[in-house]
């Protein structure tokens, strides 16, 4: 996203903050619509084939409401984020700051920085995994519909999800040694088109369903649970599948960056935010009310592989399939960025080593000669290698989703960007501004905590039964 140059650090994980140049090469030309768009296409994902379960689990009242709530955290912390993109004193720091791990660093020092990129990094490796298991679910659902179609709708139709992983992880490996891989921007239009394809197709289906129903289901404490603990746990890990679904803190500064200017680039940025965040609530909450109104207590973990849909079976293969397209672009995309960290740190580290640094040349018959090393071919094969296992021990699409989107949204989206706030604009200690932001940051800290629990206590639960 946005044009880096070759001997860059990875965007999303920064590099080691430099002034402006006079002249700068980049020219930005990026307006408030071209924000919108990168914001929702980075916003919508998997994520929210979950969304209907979410709102199952809390009911018809504090589902929506929650959503909404998270909407008007995401909402505020990219405002702080935006005003950090200028640093106020160009003599202590670059004038512009162009990556989250960057802010970070100038804002908070280089302590706070090492945090973070560990955070950063055990999402995007999170991430990827998730997307394993999404996909994997996915192509074994297309396998059972078509099962379901031809031998009827009782029939046992078992599938595992091993296979699946496995090649998955196949394609993966292949892919990631694809060079500048990170540059075909084609990926990120692919990606976004199959995520809002899946995405509309849920909502048709489900809005179908009511209408067939002839009511709407579901109840306002949302789906019963044997005893009060069993469901407090239910909540807690909803908490966490919604905080996967919204935030993109990591972006927004990215994002920003990319902007043309006059008018300051953190007022269109802001705009952008509100702009993309109100349709994306409005899509979430489509996505989880019409799901929950199709099914009641009967809400699959996820809308499109769960069966609550049977025909047309083959719209339900088509939009399995386009999550499958989405999620093989996508692992890339939230892979390359730890690809390029961590080989820029094995060059830096090694620098006389052949393993880390040579290069060689592989001509196959009618394909252009590509260039990879030992240190490539090994690093990312074992990075596909671990992420699809940790997938294949923990298969639990909601349980992961929550417990990856609980571990990084009170630090990533709301701690850091509180405190980099705080520097920024020098906002002293119990200060009304100061106390407001401290409130708002502990609340946060509080969603996590019970997202993480939640979704942990579930991982175990499914582990041991």
Not at 153 to 175: E, K, N, R, S
Not at 368 to 387: E, K
Not at 389 to 409: D, E
Not at 417 to 445: D, H, N, R
Request: glycine share 8%; net charge neutral; hydrophobic share 45%.
């Amino acid at each position: 996203m946005g044009g880096e140059e070759e001997d860059q650090e990875s965007p999303l994980l920064g590099s080691a903050s430099q002034p402006d140049e006079p002249e700068e090469p980049l020219k930005r030309t990026g307006t408030i619509w071209t924000s919108i768009a990168y914001i929702i296409t980075g916003v919508i994902g998997a994520g929210v084939l979950s969304l209907a379960w979410t709102v199952a689990q809390l009911g018809w009242i504090a589902g929506p409401l929650l959503m909404i709530v998270f909407a008007g955290i995401t909402i505020i912390s990219t405002n702080l984020l935006c005003d950090c993109y200028r640093h106020p004193d160009p003599e202590c720091g670059p004038a512009r700051i162009r990556s989250y791990m960057e802010a970070v660093k100038v804002y908070l020092g280089e302590k706070s920085q090492k945090v973070s990129g560990v955070l950063v990094l055990e999402g995007l490796w999170g991430g990827a995994a998730a997307y394993v298991i999404t996909a994997a679910t996915s192509m074994r659902a297309i396998q059972k519909s078509n099962c379901y179609h031809k031998e009827g709708h009782q029939a046992p139709c078992a599938y595992g999800d091993t296979f699946y992983m496995l090649l998955f992880g196949l394609v993966q490996i292949v892919m990631s040694q694809i060079p500048d891989f990170h540059k075909m921007e084609w990926l990120s239009v692919v990606a976004a088109m199959m995520s809002f394809t899946y995405s509309f197709i849920g909502i048709a289906l489900g809005f179908a369903k009511v209408i067939e129903n002839g009511k709407i289901m579901g109840s306002i404490t949302g789906v019963p649970a044997s005893n009060l603990a069993n469901k407090l746990w239910l909540v807690f890990e909803a908490f966490g599948d919604i905080a996967f679904a919204y935030p993109y803190s990591i972006i927004v500064l990215e994002i920003q960056d990319t902007l043309k200017s006059p008018p300051p680039e953190n007022q269109t940025m802001k705009r952008a935010s509100m702009v993309a965040i109100f349709v994306t609530t409005c899509f979430y909450l489509c996505c989880g009310c019409f799901g929950y109104a199709a099914f009641g207590n009967d809400t699959p973990g996820n809308i499109l592989t769960g069966f609550g849909f049977y025909e047309p079976y083959w719209l339900i293969d088509f939009a399995n399939a386009c999550v499958v397209l989405h999620l093989v672009g996508g692992y890339q995309i939230y892979s390359q960025p730890v690809f390029a960290f961590c080989e820029r740190w094995f060059t830096k580290k090694f620098p006389n080593s052949g393993f880390v640094n040579n290069f060689y040349t592989i001509k196959l018959p009618l394909l252009p000669g590509f260039q990879w090393n030992l240190l490539r071919l090994c690093f990312r094969t074992a990075y596909v290698v671990s992420s699809t296992g940790i997938a294949m021990l923990f298969p639990y699409f909601n349980s992961v989703l929550g417990l990856l989107g609980a571990l990084n949204f009170w630090p990533l989206t709301v701690y850091f960007p509180v405190e980099m706030y705080f520097v920024q604009k020098k906002v002293g200690a119990w200060t009304k501004k100061w106390i407001a932001l401290q409130t708002f940051s502990f609340v946060c800290f509080l969603v996590t905590v019970v997202g993480f629990i939640g979704s942990l206590e579930a991982i175990i639960s499914a582990k041991l039964s």
